[in-house]
């Protein structure tokens, strides 16, 4: 194929849509004293009147800058030769989307394409500004791929509606037919043919509500897309990512978020306002304390503009609205390989996380679909070291390992055939031992499950109780106007650190049951799924029953290893709730989200059950109630721990 001169590429800036659009680029040298060339920012459809010598020659001297900058590219940020495009790509019903395209200038090799979908705006806009990293990591573009960013439909600069988690539309048959497969697909093939230098493969990737688009993506994958990385990927906001757990709602969390996230947009936007309400504190435990029932948010602040958060005010329970959303039901036919990665500490999308990994593998056999989990909070993988996480370290750059070793030889492998890739099927860090593992499936096979039990005394045994007394039970008082805080620390968002922090400040709290074994006489290795089985009553007809379950380690720091809520009402059914019989012995069981963390020898583990985690969750509309956990032979509380055996 006869390859058209650089400079008069470099110049055609009309896509095949009739869209003008705009290109250039900064050229900055950093270091060695290289002169800074600014490339001039060339709009055709408004500046026809510049002569197109004086933009070849800057295109020209660009292209001589960037040889020079290539000669000492070990000390430029290679990021800083990219060209910058932006267009505003048509879907299949005609909605343009707004997409910021990077290339690299060496037209000598062809490039994957590496394509990241956001809500979260792909600024800075301009062809003569750029992202500050491009990709996942840096050394993304010191290995060179084309990066494009798109804002998906009705957000940032982007035409068209936005719809929350977009149903996936099983049966498309007409163009109007879109959802974020489609999307997704028109955009991969848009790319194929107008964007220079790509070698026709392509992969995706993103962190959060990215990863949720990369996710959905998979329903109907383009043909050209070899390799998908969902990072903290949203799978259901009812089942347990960032809005509901277990039929309670995450308060701290969502409010701030959709404060700002779910301002009207009247057209495309570069930016939008800080956020409808200033709270105008950081003291979130009284803010919203004082707010009292959810409904009030809307009366105090939002005044109906809010129409998501009037949404998520409607479904209370998990309804259509709720399930249509689910993406892992429809991950059913893909070939695409996936590497899904997560933190253990993810206070947001840990449970998606898991079920996309879970969806994928159960529903397609047979294609590569790996897990990799790190001792982090949401995104806490992409930057930074990854030694720490508020109090506790991991005697590690956790995050930097994986980035170098595992993120860029995967895509590497996948969209440029170079490199190894020996991925085991997951490769998961071992908090307590603080110890990377290797496993051949997730959860791991070599396992039993073992019961810990709540025992009188405020005991924990991995033996049955042998008391027969059904009055063995343990009592509070649950105070909604004095519920049990979530952490210490003075915030009015959702503090992340809470995840594995300490959890001595309630343990006095007479609202708090504490119960823990012995110290240990040898490690105790736990990787999936926690079980929890309460056998509790309440005075009232429904009640929160918060499990946390934490590692005593020998200086008394009580480290929060998993901690998961549980709204009585939905004990049968998260879509039909039922009352709690007052006074009466009831089971709740649910599990939560996998860990993979070992109890050391000497170290003790704890159980904490109380009735409320605020404001991390809002307050169950009970009244003041008395709450029982039950602990006899018959009337059993425990924990279902999937231990690692030899
Ligand atoms: N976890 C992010 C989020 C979603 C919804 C509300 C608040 C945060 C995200 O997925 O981007």
């Known amino acids: 194929m006869v390859r058209e001169p650089e400079s008069k590429r470099l110049l055609r800036c009309v896509d095949r849509l009739g869209e003008n659009v705009h290109f250039g680029g900064k050229v900055v040298a950093a270091s060695r004293g290289i002169e800074v060339t600014a490339f001039p920012w060339i709009r055709m459809s408004e500046e ?4 197109r010598n004086a933009a070849l020659i800057g295109a020209l001297s660009v292209l001589a800058t960037i040889s020079v900058l290539l000669a000492a590219q070990d000390s430029v940020s290679p990021r800083l030769y990219y060209t910058k495009s932006e267009y505003r790509v048509a879907m299949r019903d005609g909605v343009r989307l707004f997409t910021s395209v990077y290339v690299p200038p060496n037209t000598s090799q062809k490039y994957p394409i590496l394509l990241t979908r956001t809500p979260y705006g792909v600024g800075p806009y301009g062809p003569n500004v750029y992202a500050p990293v491009l990709g996942p990591s840096p050394a993304f573009a010191q290995e060179g791929y084309i990066f494009v960013y798109q804002d998906v439909r009705g957000r940032y600069m982007s035409g068209g509606d936005f719809k ?9 048959k007409s163009s109007a037919g879109v959802d974020e497969s489609t999307d997704a697909y028109d955009t991969i093939e848009w790319l194929l043919k107008n964007v220079p230098n790509n070698n026709g493969r392509v992969g995706m990737y ?22 998908a990385s969902p990072q903290a990927p949203m799978a259901n906001n009812y089942l347990g990512d960032d809005i509901h757990h277990n039929g309670a709602f995450w308060l701290p969390h969502i409010f701030n978020f959709i404060n700002w996230f779910g301002q009207p947009r009247l057209g495309p936007v570069e930016s939008y306002p800080e956020g409808l309400i200033d709270p105008g504190t950081n003291d979130g435990y009284n803010f919203f304390l004082q707010m009292g029932a959810l409904a009030n948010a809307d009366v105090k602040y939002f005044h109906n503009v809010n129409k998501l958060w009037d949404q998520w005010m409607e479904h209370g329970n998990y309804d259509s609205y709720w399930q249509a959303q689910d993406v892992p039901q429809h991950l059913k036919k893909t070939s695409v390989s996936v590497m899904t990665v997560g933190g253990w500490f993810d206070a947001e999308d840990l449970q998606g996380t898991l079920r996309i990994y879970k969806g994928l593998e159960k529903q397609n056999p047979g294609t590569f679909n790996v897990l990799v989990m790190g001792p982090w909070s949401h995104g806490g993988w992409a930057a930074g070291s990854g030694k720490s996480l508020g109090d506790v370290t991991f005697g590690s750059n956790t995050s930097t390992f994986y980035r170098d070793n595992i993120e860029l ?85 959702m503090v992340r650190e809470y995840m594995d922090g300490n959890q001595r400040f309630v343990a006095q709290r007479p609202d708090v049951l504490v119960y823990q074994t012995d110290a240990l006489n040898e490690d105790v290795e736990v990787a999936g799924p926690v079980g929890v089985d309460l056998t509790v009553s309440s005075s009232g007809t429904d009640s929160d029953f918060v499990v946390k379950l934490i590692d005593v380690q020998p200086d008394g720091y009580q480290m929060l290893i998993r901690g998961e809520p549980f709204r009585a009402k939905y004990r049968n059914s998260f879509s039909r709730p039922e009352p709690m019989k007052p006074n009466t012995p009831t089971l709740i069981s649910y599990e939560m989200p996998d860990i993979n963390h070992a109890f050391l020898k000497g170290h003790r583990i704890m159980v904490q059950v109380q009735s409320s985690w605020f404001p991390l969750m809002d307050r169950n509309p009970q009244k003041f109630t008395t709450e029982r956990v039950y602990h006899s032979a018959s009337l059993v509380s425990r924990l279902r721990m999937p231990r690692l055996v030899k």
């Open 48 to 51: 026809r009147n510049i002569s």
């Open 164 to 172: 929350w988690m977009t149903p996936y539309i099983v049966d498309k």
């Open 206 to 227: 993103g962190i959060s509500y990215p990863g949720f688009y990369t996710a959905a993506e998979l329903a109907d994958p383009h043909p050209a897309l070899k390799a």
């Open 409 to 493: 030889p995967f895509f590497n492998y996948y969209l440029k055939g170079k490199g190894q890739l020996n991925l085991p099927e997951a490769y998961v860090f071992e908090t307590g031992s603080n110890r990377w593992k290797k496993y051949s499936q997730w959860p791991p096979k070599q396992e039993r499950v073992e019961s810990l039990y709540l025992e009188p005394d405020k005991k924990l045994s991995f033996s049955a109780p042998k008391n027969t007394n059904n009055r063995a039970f343990d009592e509070y008082l649950s105070d909604p106007a004095k519920p049990v805080p979530y952490t210490d620390r003075m915030f009015i968002g």
